[in-house]
């Protein structure tokens, strides 16, 4: 950091236990608290300094120190931005918590985020992957994103092609902004359509939908079944410390896909709509022999494979090491690459 003096809202050496939800150990040399745009361009030229954006600290692997400024997102606010003949248009603060602004939305009448239910993290990181589950993608509701051009030191609005979203991809990630914060999601803006059907499709949902005789179920109940099963296969991070899956879901080519089912012909995998197939990362970790095994103080998650868990008092590196063993385990057995979700700090 430069020699002039910290901002108010700049704090240095500060310890980062309980700032992730992997619960590893870490100081950052500098963490500022983002409650504006302005305090974002008034960091803007601070620019010799290595930098990262920490939301709710449930994609990151604290490797030990960081010796840069971290932006902990606490740019609040939710509220109807607008409506037409077609949907609701809601736009929340970068700092605003996922799963509080999906039954917020649910409160007010606006379905649309409910397959989204739990998912851990602020708003602001949910673009940054695209994040989806039961078949449901943040892509879907996304109308445009507000971001802060820390280069150019103002902000820009991004429209949904301009986010590139895939597969637990954007933008972001293709260029490097979620590792350097050059770019900086402050708001996001959701388009909740209002010929609103439910999607029940997937296994798990479809079963627990079942299981509580709704046939019909509206946006809260679908809600509710997600979160219930969400519940029964995630470990809660405050009495588990996780980072939710570890790895990503392989996408590999139709050839690929055709050689792994001949060697496992009940390989759960879905076809993409470019041909290309989509694996269970769960399943592989569990048949290469991982499931509910430890290394030194953390293991994979005994109820789900796809979730490293923090036994206690782990290191970063440890994390490492496991994740390493898995993928290595997973190559040798089937000639695939799992690629880790989180962010290594
Ligand atoms: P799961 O439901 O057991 O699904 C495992 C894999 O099979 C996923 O790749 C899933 O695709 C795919 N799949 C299952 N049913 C499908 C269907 N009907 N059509 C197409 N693909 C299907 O996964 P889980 O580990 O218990 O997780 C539950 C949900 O939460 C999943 O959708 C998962 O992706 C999601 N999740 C998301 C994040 C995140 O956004 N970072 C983190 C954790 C879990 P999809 O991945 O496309 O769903």
């Known amino acids: 950091m430069p020699a002039r003096a910290l901002p ?20 950052a040399a500098y963490l500022a608290a983002i409650r504006s745009c302005r305090q974002l361009a ?18 990151v692997v604290l490797s030990g120190d960081f010796d840069g400024l971290l932006l902990q997102m606490a740019i ?21 918590n996922w799963h509080q602004l999906v039954l917020w939305t649910l409160a007010n009448g606006w379905p649309g985020l409910e397959n989204l239910a739990l998912i851990p993290g602020t708003v602001g990181a949910a673009p940054i992957q695209n994040i989806g589950a039961y078949g449901l993608e943040l892509g879907d509701r996304l109308q445009s994103l507000e971001v802060f051009d820390m280069d150019r030191g103002r902000p820009l609005q991004l429209d949904r092609p301009a986010c590139r979203l895939a597969y637990r991809d954007s933008v972001f990630k293709q260029q490097g902004w979620h590792l350097d914060a050059r770019r900086v999601v402050t708001s996001v803006t ?18 627990e939908l079942e299981r509580r005789q709704l046939a019909r179920p509206d946006a809260r ?20 410390p996780n980072a939710g899956s570890f790895f990503q879901n ?96």
């Open 8 to 27: 108010d809202f700049v704090t240095a050496d500060v310890d980062l236990a309980g700032r992730t939800t992997l619960a590893l150990p870490g100081r």
């Open 42 to 59: 008034q960091l803007a030229g601070w620019q010799a300094t290595r930098r990262f954006v920490l939301g709710g600290g449930s994609n």
């Open 76 to 96: 609040a606010g939710r509220e109807l931005a607008g409506e037409d003949a077609e949907a609701w248009y809601v736009r929340a603060g970068a700092g605003e």
């Open 190 to 207: 959701f388009r909740l359509p209002k010929n609103w059907r439910p999607l029940t499709g997937y296994a798990d949902l479809a079963a």
């Open 221 to 240: 109940q679908i809600a509710d079944a997600v979160i219930a099963v969400r519940s029964r296969k995630l470990p809660d991070p405050a009495v588990v």
């Open 250 to 345: 392989p996408v590999v080519s139709a050839e690929i896909g055709e050689r792994l089912r001949r060697q496992c012909p009940d390989l759960p995998c879905h076809v993409q709509p470019d041909g290309r197939l989509k694996i269970a990362a769960g399943w592989l970790i569990e048949q290469a022999g991982w499931k509910g095994r430890d290394l030194g103080r953390v293991g994979m998650y005994e109820k789900q494979a796809l979730v490293l868990v923090n036994r206690g008092s782990a290191l970063g590196s440890e994390v490492m090491a496991l994740a390493q063993a898995v993928q290595d385990a997973v190559r040798r057995r089937f000639a695939v690459e799992l690629t880790p979700e989180p962010v290594v700090l």
